[in-house]
């Protein structure tokens, strides 16, 4: 009698399972890109309480391998690594999201009145298209060696190459929309512009801008990267991983982790930003899905 | 077909004229005094009243643009604050370097990536497809600069297969030439390879579903034929669009792999003139590489009249 019960328990969860696993099996690149996501921004607000101090310098111990003392080994300056890529996490993750939030308003807000009024559009698609032309990482080197380094203007100097992507895709939306019997009909029956935008204009235009914001985010890590690496990004005395990869790029041959621990976690955010916008992508825009 | 490449002619003018505006505007944007930016902070009076005169302050900006804007046409760029040279001059000097590195990589990127993509088309769902695929979105994921380490650490320090860093002229000999270029195209073209390779992909999966390569296959044409005649032809426009677009990251690319792997072109140009805030140098590089991107896609547009006649009108 048991047993019965028992086998029938089972074959009820196996033939029904609940909720949470069914959404983990349908989408395994949204749970994947998750999980390694929330694990780094848990490390990043908790760097303080998981590492000791990233700018502690300690000349006896430099460029000592991986230990029980030192996880990720230390740079030449007798850093901890470990410490300094979990606070590199943090300015990583800041830069990403500021720059995927930023860039999809501004781009939303231009993309939404080159969609309706007629002589903007004309003009700011002229101006977008100059823009596009200007390789991002040289922009943002003028306008850091002209603004300065700080966290802010590299924000600002990755938001605006990102801005024309956003405005395009906007625009591409809108113009669909513009065209629907809906939209036709709650301009005849007299809705006033600025309740047609928001309710019937805005609204399909939400689902890939989630989608363009998560790989924007993933760009904006790798930029900021870039240009830290390159020295004209957040100033040197910050840890980031360009920065740390920037500092100990001579040591490569002795002390391999400086550079490779930095890197591995720069790779391993983006990845997850990467699979989480695909996740998304397939939920959100089947149609897309289908043909990537 | 000859309105058609009038009008790519006009517009490329226009987003040229564009650009040229932003990067005059951006050089007036900044905090503090044009002249100091231009010179630098060693100048000497007599300089610091040269380009005060060169640049025309007093003049209205849109007279100051267009003086600006004439000697840029005619390739002058302004005199570099470090070392007090031409930017034209050092960019020429640069060139080499720069050249054969985009060359090798987009040769060897192109022929890599479509061939991926016609096999993983081809054989779609296959764990060949899915390796491409995955291996594809890793590749976007990995930075330039980490993954030229990564090589360095293993070709070049471990192994000693080939050089770590550095440059040979192709003058002193093809071999050392390229053996020097192998690390750095493989670094800088891996991300460009995975989308080209997406995009072609995607492409042809959308040919083979038509039905002439099934009247193809009935009639017995062989495989080979079928993919590289009927299909990769027709799914033509997509992977040249993208070949062009993908170019941008190449150009970013460049000046990081340039940096990585010591080689001494216009990427290092660039970086080298961060530190010194050599403004002439990057607005120089800025305007040089932009017009290259500009130009390749116009290049890509007009190859859509060969690719698909359709086009045409």
Known sequence: MADTTATSVQTATSSAPSGFWRFVRRNPTLVVGLVILIGMVFVALAAPF??????????IDRLKPPSEQFWFGTDQLGRDVFARTLWGARISLVVGISVALLSVAIGLAIGLLA???????????????GLMAIP??????AMVSLFGASVGIVIIAIVIPEIPRVVRLVRSVVLATREQPYVEAAI????????????????????????????ICASAILVEAAL??????TPPEIPTWGNMIAADRIYLGRAPWCIFCPGIALALVVLAVNLVGDGLRDRLDPRIARRM | MIAFIVRRLVSTVVVMAIVAIIVFLLLRL??????????GDNASPDQ????RQRL?????????????????LVGDLGISIFSNEPVSKLIAQRLEPTLSLAVTTIILAVVLAVTAGVLAAWKVGTWLDRTVMALSVASFSVPVFVVGYILIYVFAIQLRWLPVQGYQPIADGVVEWFRHLVLPSIALGLAYVALIARITRTAMLDVLAEDYIRTAHAKGVATGPVLMKHALKNAGVPIVTVIGIGVALLIGGVVITETVFNIPGIGRLVVDAIQYRDYPIIQGVMLLFSGVYVIVNLIVDLTYTLLDPRIRT
């Open chain 2, 56 to 72: 025309g302050l007093d003049d209205p900006l849109i007279v100051q643009f267009f003086r600006w804007a004439g000697r840029v």
């Open chain 2, 30 to 39: 900044a905090p503090g005094d044009p002249v100091a930016i231009v010179v």
């Open chain 1, 136 to 141: 991002s990482i040289l922009l943002a080197i």
């Open chain 2, 48 to 51: 610091i009243t040269a380009v």
């Open chain 1, 115 to 129: 969609g309706v009024v007629r002589w903007i559009e004309a003009a700011v698609m002229r101006l977008l298209d």
């Open chain 1, 50 to 59: 998981m590492a000791g101090d990233p700018l502690t310098m300690k000349p």
């Open chain 1, 188 to 215: 005849a029956g007299g809705a006033p512009m600025w309740k047609i935008l928001v309710r019937h204009i805005l609204p399909p235009t939400i689902p890939p801008l989630i989608v363009q914001a998560t790989y």
């Open chain 1, 228 to 233: 830290s690496f390159l020295g004209a990004g």
